[in-house]
């Protein structure tokens, strides 16, 4: 039986996009991230004061969205300094190449504007991900989210 292979694309974040990644990132963080971190922080991870912030948020800036035909699987973005602040993809499609397709729209978009490099501060979920690709970690630190601290990773690549 012939294994089909799925193709996944990339479009430019839209305003009604907003609810799509609310939901892939509360999926990630609950059922990805939580091998990582405990309940309670999970708990104070994973939560949304404000999905009208968040929409302004993801607006604010250049935000991509990983799609399966039509069907939202991931998204990322990046910030002027060259900061991805955010990516994350649906628990379904973990390890099928969302994060790295995800990622090179992130690159080239860096390099388009002559970033030398980028730089985020990856979970302990996604720092083998974002080792694999070339980055390096600067520093492990602790972050505090809604009274949980959490360990994390300033981490950098520098772009060619």
């Not at 990630?28 to 991870?45: F, L």
Request: glycine share 4%; proline share 4%.
């Amino acid at each position: 039986m012939p294994v089909s292979q799925k193709r996944f694309s990339v479009k430019r974040y839209e305003p009604n996009d907003a609810r799509a990644t609310i939901e892939i990132f509360l999926r990630a963080v609950r059922e990805v991230a939580s091998k990582d971190y405990s309940p309670e922080q999970v708990a104070a991870w994973a939560k949304i004061d404000d999905a009208e912030v968040w929409a302004q948020y993801r607006a604010s800036r250049p935000t991509w969205l990983a799609v399966d035909g039509s069907t939202p699987i991931g998204f990322t973005d990046l910030k002027s300094d060259g900061c991805l602040d955010m990516m994350f993809v649906s628990p379904d499609y973990q390890g099928k190449g969302v994060a790295s397709l995800l990622l090179e729209t992130v690159e080239r978009a860096a390099r388009e504007q002559g970033l030398q490099r980028i730089f985020t501060e990856a979970s302990l979920t996604a720092r083998p991900f974002f080792e694999s690709r070339g980055f390096i970690v600067l520093t492990a630190q602790q972050v505090e989210k809604r009274g949980q601290i959490l360990s994390n990773f300033r981490m950098e690549k520098t772009l060619a």
